[in-house]
């Protein structure tokens, strides 16, 4: 849609844009033009020119590649490269882009910097159409790693096509790393058990997905938990003996029923991660892996005992880190790690191996990113940091959070020299909200880590709006942000929102979720909750998928009003018969199912919503 009297709207939005005339000369694009490639580069540029390519026919405009500049004369857009004088992450992804009177110049230093150019490009034709102002914009990336963790193993496993489609949207934001977090969900030859009825990725998927992620500048990066989050595995009768506490373990949380974590004195679960490396690494292309080692909660409860109790829970931790690097090392792979762990224990920081990556990660807006950032910065280790979208345990999402999460671990990170930026999404109790719901916070940990100083503040709900919506009018931008923003309406609870802990949480333990929310006042949300269904079905957006959207976001408002009336009814001592809370789980449970298969694999689906299902209380 053209729109060419509003200023630029970009996401993420350039370290330097200049507009010329006001806005008032514009570039009207031609027919018959080429999109000219430096001969010396041509290869290294065909990403960046296919994509622009695809823009323009957008735009109505077919305008043929060519290499070489004895066509000069009829360039509407040029692509070539300069060698940055100092060669690094950062300087390859680096681009100009020129739009005059002459034409369309974009200028990189790599390969990468050419194909941002381009997605540049891609969005100053979806506002302003065939008419571009005239501008100058000089970009660069604030951290050389730029990316998005989705779970896919708590419970939700999406289709190729959701994960293609993704893959599309980050490359957009130009981001530059894509890690699937796997517990259980690869389709692993050896170990058929621990996914069967659970539509795993294959490995001719992997495949697939690597190729087609590094067909946009994205690397695929294998993420598999081999130290804690086992369970999935030690469940089993093959795997159980290999458990640190076969018989599960007393957490910060409360009582774990079932094993979680390897038992790291066993030599088989050394071979048990050889194995796992063995099966799933030859099929990324990327030489570094997220090993997990995060939450390791009941080490030292069961069959390391008497070593913890010996050296310490820090040291049997950092050994079996070592051992797990070691396997990487021979396998030509470096090892990234969830830093929760070691920063417990930081008089063992200068053991970590100096090619390690390890990932600080915090989800909560006041979450100490300027302390744990300082000190991994202080010991030398490469590090990334790593807030998350804060969707999880939501229902319909935590702007608020999200916001403030995502600016501090994007300022800290830069303060203190983090190497990367990785925001999270994670699948915790049956992953129920649905994709559309993380899209505000993909958009905006993209536009913080390409550049916090231009985007700290950025309309994040109309340049999401337009950008991933498709919607100019900033409607659906801003309905997702009010919907994220239901939570503020009742007390804080860490990690979650009030109505989603309601909505899966037993009659007879509701008291207890009250007792966390003092003061609760419901009937203003419920308000509230209605006129966001009501603006739901008006939505218009330019999205192929722009009815399962609706369809998703129409899910999440009922779950909300279910489980805010759930406390609303405890808190006043009303009680459904079992037959009325039945009944309203099992049609919620029928749009869960619908829903999911909009996007996702059916395995999982069942184990999703038993956080759901009815169970008559104590049970």
């Known amino acids: 849609m053209s729109n060419s009297s509003a200023t630029p709207c970009l996401l993420p939005q350039p370290r330097s844009l200049e507009l010329s005339g006001a806005m008032l000369n514009l570039h009207s694009l031609g027919a018959d033009k080429l999109i000219l490639l430096a001969a010396d580069f041509a290869a290294d540029l065909s990403s960046a020119a296919y994509a622009a390519q695809r823009a323009l026919a957008g735009a109505g405009l077919r305008w043929e590649i060519h290499a070489g500049a004895a066509l000069d004369s009829q360039a509407g857009l040029r692509i070539a490269l300069d060698t940055p004088a100092d060669v690094d992450a950062r300087s390859t992804q680096a681009y100009s882009l020129v739009i005059d009177a002459h034409g369309i110049v974009i200028h990189a230093g790599g390969a990468d910097g050419a194909f941002f150019g381009a997605m540049t490009l891609v969005q100053l034709l979806r506002q302003y159409g065939a008419a571009l102002p005239y501008l100058k914009i000089a970009d660069r990336p604030d951290f050389a790693r730029r990316g998005v963790m989705l779970d896919i193993s708590r ?76 369970r999935r595995w030690l469940i089993l009768d093959e795997y159980r003996d290999l458990a640190e506490a076969p018989n599960g373990c007393d957490t910060q949380w409360g009582r774990f029923e079932q094993p979680f974590t ?79 762990i070691i920063m417990e224990h930081p008089e ?28 991994f910065a202080s010991s030398g280790i490469p590090f990334y940091v790593c807030p998350g979208t804060s969707a999880w345990n939501s229902l319909g999402g935590r702007t608020e959070n999200m916001i403030g999460n995502i600016r501090s671990a994007a300022e800290n990170g830069l303060h203190n020299g983090a190497l990367g930026f990785l925001n999270t999404d994670w699948g915790d109790a049956g992953h129920l909200q649905p994709l559309p719901v993380s899209f505000l916070g993909y958009a905006f940990g ?16 109309a340049a999401a709006s337009l950008h991933i919506f498709g919607d100019p009018s900033g409607a659906s931008g801003r309905f ?85 009336l759930r406390l609303q009814h405890a808190a006043a001592g009303i009680r459904l018969s079992a037959d009325e809370e039945r009944a309203l789980i099992d049609d919620l449970v029928a749009e869960h199912d619908r829903v999911w298969l909009l996007r996702n694999r059916i395995g999982g689906m069942d184990d999703s919503a038993d956080n759901l299902r009815f169970r008559p209380d104590g049970c």
């Open 155 to 230: 419970d939700k496993v999406p289709t190729m096509e959701t994960l293609f489609a993704l893959v599309d949207q980050f490359a957009e934001l130009k981001m530059n790393e894509l890690q699937l977090y796997t517990e259980h969900t690869f389709a692993f030859r050896k170990h058929p058990k621990v996914w069967a009825g659970k539509s795993p990725m294959t490995g001719e998927e992997i495949l697939q997905l690597d190729a087609y992620c590094r067909e946009r500048h994205i690397e695929l990066v294998p993420n598999l938990n081999v130290f804690g989050h086992m």
């Open 262 to 340: 390897l038992n790291p004195s066993d030599p088989r679960s050394l071979a048990l991660v050889g194995d796992i490396f063995d099966e799933t690494l030859p099929h990324f292309r990327a030489d570094v892996v997220n090993i997990g080692g995060d939450e390791t909660v009941d080490l030292g409860q069961g069959a390391s005992r008497e070593l913890v109790a010996q050296h310490g829970v820090g040291r049997v931790y950092l050994d079996f880190l070592l051992k797990i690097h070691a396997e990487l090392k021979r396998r030509g792979r470096r090892m990234q790690f969830w830093g929760d």
């Open 348 to 375: 063992l920081v200068a053991e970590l191996p100096k090619d390690v990556v390890a990932l600080e990660w915090g989800y909560e807006f006041d979450h100490p990113f300027a302390d744990h950032a300082a000190r």
């Open 446 to 461: 993209a536009a913080l880590g390409w550049s916090v100083d231009t985007n700290r503040d950025i309309d994040i709900a």
């Open 480 to 564: 997702a942000y009010e919907v994220g923003n239901l939570y503020t309406r009742l007390p804080r609870t860490h990690n979650s929102t009030g109505y989603a802990r309601a909505a899966i949480t037993r009659a007879d333990e509701l008291p207890d979720v009250l007792r966390t929310l003092p003061a609760v006042t419901t009937d203003a949300l419920l308000v509230e909750v209605d006129r966001l269904a009501g603006e739901c079905a008006r939505l218009n957006m330019n999205r192929a998928d722009a009815a399962h959207i609706r369809a998703e976001y129409a899910h999440v408002l009922r779950l909300i009003r279910y489980g805010t």
